[in-house]
């Protein structure tokens, strides 16, 4: 073999743009991401998002109060039930309803429910992106769990459409509380044998400790919210700081982190999984009798038997299906804390059947915002954890 | 494939055509191309993942580019935005590709009828089977698998069946 | 706590203020869409005040008003723990308004996604361009008067594409 001269050795350092997405294998999510790299160090980067804008607010205001719903569940589509019943406490402060208790207690177990399964998705996908695929066995099979939970409760696997303004369309099933009191243990086994395969992982450490750090500060003024800004150190959490729902009335912690990179991200979401699973069990201590649906006139479908046997049934029925409503004219900005973070709803109604706005304040997009400034002069391949660990949710995201 | 049940006994011959041998070659291992982009991906996860164990059908092993995968999977929504993109990751891949519609948006564009979205990745790219449900359950995924894997058998790639028809 | 928001900034920003209301125990301000940056500063600045959380920014769409675009501005305070919300309307022959990213970074893809969606345009933000929809895109759908179903695909359909569904196969 020919000698090669010593200048052909060296690669050439000439700064070089690279797409990362918007179809990449490793990324979750539809995100585009043009990186300008030296090297391997990112010079600068350039997030790119939008590519599952499915115009969500135009549909919102071309559907009726009831009819928001299904779009709601398919924002975050790993925790539908929190955006479900995000949207449904908003309209219920417009309306200025409160719902009954047992439904109060009931949405938030089936919440901190699907809080548990988002969790075990991200952490999955996270881990999967870096190379790791037993954990990613292991998480998967434990969500598959909670969703033939759920299915057994709401009917649908995945987008349940379960909430109703003023309550929810019907109670839990006999023996829930059962099956519930004995998947938690096989969750805390699964969190267990995720954290022990990772948390000590030389690879793993090296791949995310101090890799895509945020100060508390600038995670502050990008609107962080939720894991990603507790990570940081700042110990704000909506269900603490303004109790909804029973949040009020159950003990549970907020886990916080110090640095602010992949790591703590992790460890906050693995911690926050055995808080909800506390919140939980208090819940079913706590669980009142009672009905779990308002009978608003306004606003609910009748009872089934009101509306085939009754005229007065059948014509609130036609009145709310194809008017959709009453809601007094007026605008509200109702917040609850979902997987990701702060998930607010900021709705106008002029008196009409359906919102004339409907604003969504998506925790992701404001913490996906930060990216290019996490990944700036790090590594290319740090991209990937750094993505995996915001937890960005394109339904969410994009809207 | 014409076999018999009964095991064949020790020197016996099979005789069957080169292409059916090749179909059934390729039917066994589908290498894929997640294309995933919305609310399917959670379903596609489950399918993918241990209770469903979509490795039984040979169609597990996720190829990182298009031109090393023989079936594209669209999972979710396409937006109008990322149509040009999915067509051109449907150009890169190599003869023969099948493509699968994953859910009701990919199929038709669901209920997201707005300014957006793409009205079913068919407008764009020749589908050979669409996977209703929204999302569909995974044992519907597996069915849609199935149902290829015959497809493949019986008629080969849609592009070779054009070209036998255009022959 | 939000009622004391209200009338400092009724005291501090005297010739910006319009208007306040606090439906449902939302507390909110109208001010004049040139003096937003000024107010917004004074929120952030003031130390009884504190809100360094940004939260939310968005436009309403009121095609029967005169001034039909309503910047909607929320901000909320981790260390006092209140929220305040600060409109400012714009008529559509001259949609500006401040950009307040000097004030948060957060703010930066929230303009431009209002700019994407109803072309308000923000003034002093670094780098104002489409964020959801591709450039070439013409018109700014979450108009009131943007038809629902306007399609903008950016590439041909196929031609081959029939105008019929596929036919219904039976399993082989």
């Known amino acids: 073999m020919e000698k090669y001269e010593e200048k052909e050795l060296h690669l050439s350092a000439e700064p070089m743009k690279i797409n990362l997405g918007p179809s990449h294998p490793a990324m979750h999510g539809t995100v585009r991401v043009v990186v300008h790299v030296d090297g391997e160090v990112i010079v600068r980067s350039d997030a790119q998002v939008g590519f599952l804008h499915r115009g969500f607010e135009k549909e919102c205001e071309n559907s009726t109060w009831n009819q928001v719903f299904p779009y709601t569940d398919r924002l975050n589509y790993a925790s539908p039930l929190l955006n479900e019943i995000g949207y449904a406490l908003a309209v219920e402060k417009l309306l200025g309803v409160e719902v009954t208790p047992r439904c109060k207690v009931l949405r938030t177990l089936l919440g901190e429910l699907t809080r548990i399964q988002d969790h075990l998705v991200c952490l999955a996908a996270m881990s999967m992106e870096l190379g790791a695929f037993t954990p990613f066995l292991y998480l998967v099979k434990t969500r598959d769990w909670i969703y033939l939970l759920l299915e057994k409760v709401t009917g649908q696997r995945v987008m349940h459409s379960f909430m109703r303004i003023g309550g929810m369309k019907y109670d839990v099933t006999e023996g829930f509380k059962d099956e519930v009191l004995e998947l938690l243990p096989k969750v805390e086994v699964t969190i267990h044998d995720v954290e022990s395969l990772l948390v000590k992982n030389r690879i793993f450490i090296d791949r995310t400790v101090n890799v895509g750090r945020m100060t508390a500060e600038d995670a502050v003024y990008y609107g962080w919210t939720g ?20 949040y009020g009335d159950v003990e549970f912690d907020v ?130 954890p750094t993505f995996g660990s915001i937890n960005m949710i394109g339904g969410e995201c994009d809207r | 494939m014409a076999v018999d049940k009964k095991p064949p006994e020790e020197g016996s011959i099979l005789v069957t055509s080169i292409e059916s041998a090749i179909a059934w070659a390729r039917k066994f291992s589908l290498f894929q191309y997640p294309f995933v982009t919305a609310c399917c991906a959670m379903e596609f996860m489950s399918a993918m993942g241990p209770m469903y164990d979509m490795a039984r059908f ?90 290829l894997q015959d497809r493949i058998q019986a008629e080969g790639s849609s592009r070779m069946r054009a070209l036998k028809e255009m022959a | 706590m939000s009622k004391k928001a209200i009338r400092a900034v009724k005291k501090a920003c005297k010739d910006a203020f319009i208007d306040s209301h606090a439906e449902h125990g939302d507390h909110t301000v109208i001010v004049k869409p040139e003096k937003l940056l000024e107010v917004v500063r004074f929120l952030h600045d003031d ?126």
């Not at chain 3, 969606?117 to 895109?137: N, T």
């Open chain 1, 227 to 246: 894991p990603c800004l507790r990570s940081t150190g700042v110990d704000y959490d909506v269900r603490k700081a303004q109790p909804y729902l029973a």
């Open chain 1, 255 to 384: 886990p916080v982190g110090t640095n602010g990179d992949n790591y703590d991200r992790f460890q906050v979401r693995c911690a926050e999984m055995r808080q909800s699973m506390r919140i939980i069990e208090q819940c079913f201590d706590m669980l009142p009798d009672g009905p779990v649906m308002l009978d608003l006139p306004d606003i609910s479908l009748p009872e089934k038997d009101d509306t085939y046997t009754s005229i007065e049934g059948t014509i609130r029925h036609f009145m709310v299906v194809m008017k959709g409503g009453v809601v007094p004219a007026g605008e509200v900005y109702s917040c609850t804390e979902v997987a990701n973070g702060e998930l607010g709803f900021y709705l106008v109604s002029t008196g009409g059947g359906g919102p004339h706005k409907c604003r969504v304040r998506a925790p992701c997009f404001a913490n996906t915002a930060a990216l290019s400034e996490m990944i700036d002069g790090g590594f290319l391949a740090d991209v990937v």
């Open chain 2, 58 to 147: 040979g169609a597990e092993a996720p190829r990182w580019s298009p031109r090393q995968a023989d079936i594209i999977w669209v999972v979710g929504t396409v937006t109008n935005r990322q149509a040009p993109i999915l067509r051109r990751i449907y150009n890169q891949m190599g003869e023969p590709k099948w493509v699968m519609a994953f859910g009701t948006c990919a199929s038709t564009g669901g209920f997201y009828d707005n300014y957006a979205t793409l009205q079913g990745i068919d407008k764009i790219i020749p589908v050979d089977v669409y996977i209703p449900g929204c999302p569909p359950r995974p044992e519907q995924v597996l069915d849609a698998l199935m149902l």
């Open chain 3, 47 to 172: 130390p009884d005040m504190d809100m360094k959380h940004f939260c939310d920014l968005t436009v309403v769409d009121w095609p029967e008003r005169e001034e039909r675009f309503e910047v909607v501005i929320h901000l909320h305070s981790l260390t006092r723990h209140h929220r305040i919300r600060v409109k400012a309307s714009v008529a559509e022959s001259d949609p500006v308004v401040p950009s307040i990213t000097p004030l948060y970074k957060g703010a930066n893809w929230f303009e431009r996604e209002a700019f994407d969606m109803y072309g308000v345009k923000f003034e002093g933000h670094p780098d104002l361009r489409r964020i959801l929809l591709w450039e070439e895109f013409e018109g700014h759908p979450l108009r009131k008067d943007y038809p629902k179903k306007r399609r903008q695909c950016p590439i041909p359909f196929r031609e081959d594409h029939p105008d019929q569904p596929p036919p219904f196969r039976e399993r082989p």
